[in-house]
């Protein structure tokens, strides 16, 4: 691991050089000594172009993203927190986690809850279902088919995430006029005209869809980068 509090594009491009003296303004012509193929980070914009910036350069090899669900974790807590949806939430999820679907759809109808309130309380969910689910593969004691175990998770994982972009996407849709899209690098860009809301939360997390996708698909890719947060903090 390489662990580092300066997330400007230019320390990340010095980073993988291997040389902390050079002080790049631009990738081209250097070679990177660094055999790096995955960066576990925020949304932050110096990784998206330090990563561009690195996978132009001729012999290269290609680096990926991949977002750490934790700052959108936060977000979408802080969602369900304004929006008054945190105790509805702890209701729906005590006792019996697995069967939150069936209590929210009974919930929604004796309390009439509105389509945005049931799909954020869904991602809420959903998004602590992968808590677990990393949990329970590090808790465990793993043995002759550690692999295959590991696998069938993500596998899980991946189903979660693309429930959680589907709502997303559902949700952006009910806000109307609120939220603008626009094309950036190639993929959609949502912002969202209210700072702070709901949508600010959904916003991020499609986004850095491809990113959020990343741990997926790799055993070796962890859901967070909190391991990094806390090694800078020592």
């Not at 729906?92 to 069936?102: H, N, P, W, Y």
């Amino acid at each position: 691991y390489i662990v580092s509090n300066d997330r400007s594009h230019r320390n990340i491009l010095r980073l993988l050089s291997g040389d902390p003296e050079w002080c790049p303004d631009f990738a081209h012509g250097r070679e990177f000594k660094l055999s790096v193929e995955i960066i576990v980070c925020d949304a932050f914009a110096g990784y998206d172009t330090a990563a561009r910036l690195h996978n132009e350069e001729a012999g290269a090899s290609q680096i990926s993203l991949a977002r750490c669900l934790q700052h959108a974790n936060r977000l979408v807590i802080r969602s369900v927190d304004n929006m008054g949806l945190d105790k509805i939430y702890l209701k729906l999820t005590e006792e019996d986690f697995v069967k939150f679907s069936e209590k929210l759809e009974a919930y929604a109808k004796e309390y009439d809850l509105t389509q945005i309130d049931q799909n954020l309380l869904k991602v809420r969910y959903y998004i602590e279902a992968l808590y677990r689910i990393e949990h329970f593969m590090s808790d465990q004691d793993l043995e002759c088919n550690e692999e295959n175990i590991i696998k069938e998770k993500r596998h899980i994982a991946r189903k979660i995430m693309c429930e959680i972009f589907a709502l997303s996407r559902e949700s952006i849709k009910l806000a109307g006029n609120l939220i603008t899209r626009t094309m950036k690098n190639g993929r959609a860009h949502y912002e969202c005209r209210n700072p702070g809301t709901w949508l600010q939360a959904l916003c991020y997390l499609l986004n850095s869809e491809r990113d959020f996708m990343t741990f997926t698909k790799r055993t070796d890719v962890p859901l967070t980068n909190n391991l990094a947060e806390r090694m800078i903090r020592k």
